[in-house]
């Protein structure tokens, strides 16, 4: 086995906490709408567990509201109690078949609280991929312990670890500071 096997290996764990962070920076609220703040929102009906996005046509017609088109009219009140629930901080109102949300101007405070869960979610992203680099790492030196690997491809697989530790770590820089953008 060479060591650029033990590097592809831990690409797709990289790209999967890449990914994992991508959809925790799209739930985050900014001051612009996104169908992805609520559609995961749990909503009781009948008994039953559904995400939002299950019940209904979510979309965002302005940059400041979301609007919900449940599939049936019998979703309306369970919708509308379990955002209230949910915290999300936004005001609806009902108008015919339709949900109305309509988002906040957000606060200096609330934006550095937000500013300090982007980086909360960026270090757990970070710490993931330290994980899988720390494993790809260790299998590298059991397989040059064990003489199936040379000392020169340790070091080789060393630096390819290295970067693509750094290549992750732009990407997620470029996704949090795309997100500062939209909460700025």
Do not use: C
């Not at 996104?34 to 008994?47: M, N, Q, R, T």
């Not at 757990?124 to 790809?136: G, I, K, S, V």
């Amino acid at each position: 086995m060479s060591y650029k096997e033990f590097i592809d290996k831990v690409r797709p764990e990289f790209e999967k906490a890449l990914s994992f962070l991508n959809g925790e920076l799209g739930k985050i609220r900014t001051s612009h709408a996104s169908p992805a703040l609520v559609e995961d929102v749990e909503v009781d009906y009948l008994g039953q567990k559904y995400t939002l996005k299950q019940l209904a046509a979510i979309s965002t017609p302005q940059t400041n509201q979301i609007v919900i088109q449940p599939w049936d009219p019998s979703y309306i009140q369970p919708i509308e109690q379990a955002i209230l629930k949910s915290g999300l901080g936004m005001s609806s109102s009902v108008d015919k078949n339709l949900i109305r949300l309509s988002l906040p101007l957000l606060t200096q405070e609330y934006r550095d609280s937000l500013m300090k869960l982007l980086n909360e979610k960026a270090e757990q992203a970070r710490q993931t991929m330290r994980h899988w680099r720390e494993d790809a790492w260790n299998k590298i030196q059991a397989a040059q312990k064990t003489k199936t690997l040379t000392e020169d491809d340790k070091f080789k697989g060393k630096d390819e670890l290295q970067k693509l530790i750094d290549e992750f770590a732009k990407k997620i820089k470029e996704l949090i500071e795309r997100k500062e953008k939209e909460i700025s």
